[in-house]
């Protein structure tokens, strides 16, 4: 069985590409130099060349709070063109199993915490990443359609917030826990005093470390058929301030921080329920504490790296259809 993993570079995508390697399964890591996700005649022919039987659908525009609220239109479109592109190339090329993987941000940004998947569509979305969030629903209900219509195999996976060695740490785009491993990793290296921090610290997150997430994607994909989509978390949650105060400790900034109380929290509480994927057999393993170790250590060996800043920009992103 040939897995072919999209997205290969990205945090998701690298992640699970190491676990299948670790498990000495058959698989094509595909990048951008590879094939132009948003061609679809070059995803047709690509898929075609290739013959997967197993397709991880990991490539996404991803970005923090402030890129989306920027970027709206890059995040909806790209997105959205991404998954149409690859999901029809895959009915086409006769795929026997498509894993797409979606966002928590699916679900409504009021929903009380454990989020379950049946609060998908029960409420309106977080404003700060509605678009994102309605292309990852876009994404899952076009899944679900090829099901109901030409009855494939194919299922849609909701992972919480993701960390871990390549992830994006760049200042404007980064996700909370990378941009927080910057800050406070330059703050040393600068001898600052001061540092200031987005929001109030008081919203509680889930964190899990990528690796943790590619376990689950695997596990999934061997075990997982059904049509509703299932949620990939930890199971516990953390407030950004707590956060903070861990990647100090292993930072060892000395410090005063404050609060910027003028932007955004987004939605307060944000952690899901994972029943559905404990009683299939598989629970988290990787602590918030080692997994931010790991990460910490891998950000200041690699400090140097460019790939470590991702713009977004608006020319470079749409496609031609």
């Not at 945090?11 to 590879?34: E, H, P, V």
């Not at 876009?138 to 009855?151: A, M, V």
């Not at 990939?232 to 990647?247: F, N, R, W, Y």
Request: charged fraction near 20%; charge should be neutral; aromatic fraction near 10%.
């Amino acid at each position: 069985m040939t897995i072919l993993v999209l997205g290969s570079n990205g945090l998701a995508g690298s992640a699970i590409c190491r676990n299948l390697q670790a498990n000495k399964r058959d698989f094509i890591a595909a990048t951008r130099s590879d094939v132009d996700l948003l061609n679809f005649k070059e995803v047709d022919k690509y898929f075609n060349k290739i013959k997967p039987n197993t397709i991880i659908g990991a490539a996404a525009l991803v970005g923090g709070m402030a890129a989306n609220i920027k970027y709206p239109v890059e995040f909806l479109i790209n997105n959205i063109t991404i998954q149409n592109n690859t999901i029809l190339s895959a009915h086409n090329n006769n795929v026997s199993k498509y894993v797409f993987l979606g966002s928590s941000c699916v679900y409504p940004g009021e929903a009380a915490s454990p989020i379950s998947e049946d609060k998908l569509l029960t409420g309106p979305l977080e404003k700060t990443n509605e678009a994102y969030a309605v292309a990852k629903i876009s994404g899952l209900k076009l899944i679900q359609s090829f099901r109901d219509e030409y009855s494939k195999n194919w299922v849609s996976v909701m992972p919480t917030n993701l960390y871990g060695p390549g992830d994006n740490f760049d200042m404007h785009n980064s996700h909370v826990l990378a941009a927080l491993v910057r800050k406070f990793y330059e703050a040393v290296l600068e001898d600052k005093k001061e540092i200031t921090l987005w929001g109030s610290g008081n919203p509680r997150r889930e964190f899990m470390h990528a690796d943790d997430f590619a376990s689950a994607v695997t596990f999934i994909t061997d075990n997982y058929n059904e049509r509703e989509p299932i949620n990939i978390g930890t199971g516990t949650d953390i407030s950004i301030k707590e956060l903070a105060e861990v990647i100090v400790k292993i930072s060892g900034f000395k410090g005063d921080i404050k609060w910027n109380m003028e932007v955004p929290d987004g939605t307060y509480r944000k952690m899901l329920n994972v029943t559905k994927l404990n009683r299939l057999g598989w629970k988290s393993k990787i602590s918030l504490k080692e997994g931010v170790e790991s990460t910490y250590k891998w950000f200041v060996q690699n400090y140097q790296d460019t790939r470590l800043n991702v713009p977004v920009k608006v020319n470079d992103l749409i496609g031609t259809p």
